[in-house]
């Protein structure tokens, strides 16, 4: 018992401390399990042949279809555009089409759809987007209480109710649960949004349609380190390329454009071409290059090489003056790392984000620190903001890459552009088939079957451009996560430790009544959440909640209900939920923001669960 505990106590102190990937901590404790005999192979390797983790698989890809088609994207984007500039309507119907995306695909995918739409649709309204960021992660947890599939934690009960020989639970079981969360959710933060999340920004940024090139300057410091050049006639450079002057070796200076004169048609017509610069581009007199790096850098370049430094006031065409610094059709944008992002833990260079998007980084936000010198060596965590350069038209092919990152800072009419693909009704028939075997008992097919049935479905039908989107997809971090930690289950309850928990549970609140017990798993449930992920907490605590439940002669339901929903509302931690985390640098957010207004709500619903739970699922 004490070698489990102490494996446990470990495993959490790495989950809590962040160095180390969740899923390799996770393995870890299960390498430790088999070392100290505590599990034997077959025990220690049934989490990755559970029904749920094929489940959650399925899930992924079916989820991915769904965003992948722009079937999502196309109802959340209509039924916000109802809101127009009303803030009341605005919230409301983020709060409640998110929730509703929530009940049926991933939280993470489903905030980062909506998170561009909802940016683009505040600057439109007015307001500032980071009222709306938080309740938006917030809201994708809460529907994932409506439904069965809407949140690992669910899956997690109800594999440990069958497993203990109880009746399942069905489909929308889960549906009032989620509703009342949902409700409880709108009128808590309705205020409290208003309260500590209305970023007073200035009024000049509030009325924006969005960041614009300017802001965008100035809030990097971009004319700092950014230059433009003209090569003159006599000048070593003309004739040559970019990858003939190699400027990042010799002089640590990137050419991020080179704009060329051309000779206008009319009057009022844009007279410079623009291309990104690439290795084998070349340059001639007169050529303008935007360039990036240390000035005294700049400086010796300009002199090797003959170039006139530019102002930021002087334009690239001599008879057209004052014309500040603008990047016509080759555009930038910010992008936030999303946690399953290869790029994660890896340096700009190793990346090769250029060569695969040919797009430029020009600076990483991180929290309120802004990187911008010596970029190829940094290296990028989850939820950072990086600020990209490149046309418009690679700019948008990021966003297809939903699995990686999510979009900022497009102009309103770019962020709000929907698309929606020929292959989006296959998708929507393929989900509602699937809810559909799910939901009827009278369908001999069980749920396991069915998401499989339509994963399988959606990559046959061409709902994804190949296997490999697919695969995509899944977060594998979290499935291997899962895996790993059902076995910590199975060592809690082989060695006696859950038990032990329980009983001390028993014989603490016992007594006062199962109200009272059903109050304290809550709340240890919701305490652990702050620290550790809501998936391993729904593990740990669903078998000593069922034990708690069987030892005074109660209903497990309402028991293990107060796990996953404790699990799945713990808004106290931006760290707690990975769609907390991803909202917080596109919100501007500091811990604290999330602690004054999601501290209360945490609070608040946790008692109004207690209340509710016994009334749903009788003792």
């Known amino acids: 018992m004490l070698v489990t505990v102490l494996i446990l106590v470990v495993s959490a102190a790495f989950f809590v401390s962040g160095r180390f990937r969740s899923d390799i901590v996770a393995l870890c404790a299960l390498l430790s399990l088999l070392v100290f005999q505590i599990l034997t192979p ?235 610069a690439s290795p084998e581009t070349a340059m001639y007199p007169g050529d303008v290059l935007y360039v990036r790096g240390e000035a005294d850098a700049v400086n010796r370049l300009t002199q090797d090489f003959n170039m006139e430094i530019l102002d930021d006031h002087t334009s690239e065409i001599a008879s057209s003056p004052g014309r500040t610094l603008a990047f016509y059709d080759i555009g930038i944008a910010e992008i936030v790392l999303m946690p399953s992002s290869y790029m994660v833990n890896r340096s700009i260079r190793e990346a090769g984000f250029r060569n695969k998007f040919n797009v430029n980084i020009l600076g990483i936000r991180r929290k309120q620190e802004y990187i911008l010198h010596d970029l190829g060596d940094v290296k990028v965590h989850s939820g950072d903001v990086l600020l990209v350069q490149g046309t418009w038209q690679d700019i948008a092919r990021l966003s297809n890459e939903d699995t990686e990152w999510v979009v900022l800072g497009q102009p309103l009419a770019e962020a709000a552009k929907v698309t929606l693909d020929y292959k989006a009704p296959v998708a929507a028939l393929i989900m509602i088939l699937m809810v559909t075997m799910m939901v009827f008992d009278f369908i001999p097919v069980a749920p396991v079957t069915a998401v499989m049935i339509a994963g399988i479905l959606m990559v046959l039908t061409g709902c994804f451009r190949n296997v490999e989107a697919a695969y995509k997809t899944i977060n594998w971090e979290t499935i291997v996560l899962f895996a790993a930690m059902l076995p910590m289950s199975l060592a809690l309850e082989k060695t006696g430790v859950s038990g032990y928990i329980s009983d001390a549970l028993v014989s603490g609140l016992g007594d006062a009544g199962p109200l009272a017990l059903l109050a304290g798993i809550y709340f240890t449930s919701s305490l652990m959440t702050m620290f550790i992920s809501n998936t391993v907490t729904a593990v740990l605590m669903a078998p000593i909640a069922l034990q708690s439940a069987m030892q005074i002669g109660a209903s497990p339901v309402p028991f293990l209900f107060a796990v996953t929903v404790a699990a799945s509302m713990c808004f106290a931690s931006p760290f707690s939920t990975p769609p907390n985390a991803l909202v917080m640098p596109a919100g501007q957010y500091t811990f604290m923001d999330y602690v004054r207004a999601g501290l209360p709500l945490q609070l608040i619903m946790g008692i109004v669960m207690i209340a509710v739970l016994p009334l749903l699922f009788p003792f």
């Open 42 to 276: 077959e025990e220690a390797l049934s989490g990755f042949s559970n029904q749920v983790v094929i489940m959650m698989i399925g899930l992924f890809v079916v989820g991915g279809a769904i965003f992948q088609t722009g079937l999502a994207k196309m109802i959340s984007s209509r039924i916000l555009k109802l809101a127009g500039k009303n803030e009341l309507v605005l919230f409301l119907l983020v709060m409640l089409v998110t929730g509703g995306i929530g009940a049926f695909v991933s939280n993470t995918g489903t905030v980062a759809l909506m998170l561009p739409i909802v940016v683009s649709l505040a600057y439109n309204a007015g307001m500032s987007p980071s009222r709306l960021l938080m309740p938006l992660a917030f809201a994708s947890s809460m529907g994932g209480m409506m439904t069965l599939i809407g949140t690992p934690p669910n899956l997690i009960i109800q594999d440990t109710l069958t497993n203990a020989g109880y009746e399942p639970l069905s489909f929308f079981s889960f549906l009032p649960v989620g509703l009342i969360c949902l409700g409880t959710g709108i009128i808590v933060l309705l205020p409290l949004s208003k309260i500590f999340l209305d970023k007073k920004t200035g009024k000049h940024e509030n009325k924006a349609k969005g960041k614009t090139l300017n802001q965008l300057v100035s809030e990097y410091s971009l004319s700092d380190n950014l230059f433009r050049l003209r090569i003159r006639e006599n000048s070593p450079a003309a004739g040559k390329t970019v990858v003939d002057l190699d400027l990042r070796r010799a002089y640590k200076v990137n050419i991020l454009e080179i704009r060329r004169k051309e000779t206008p048609q009319q009057r009022f017509l844009k007279t410079v071409s623009q291309e990104l």
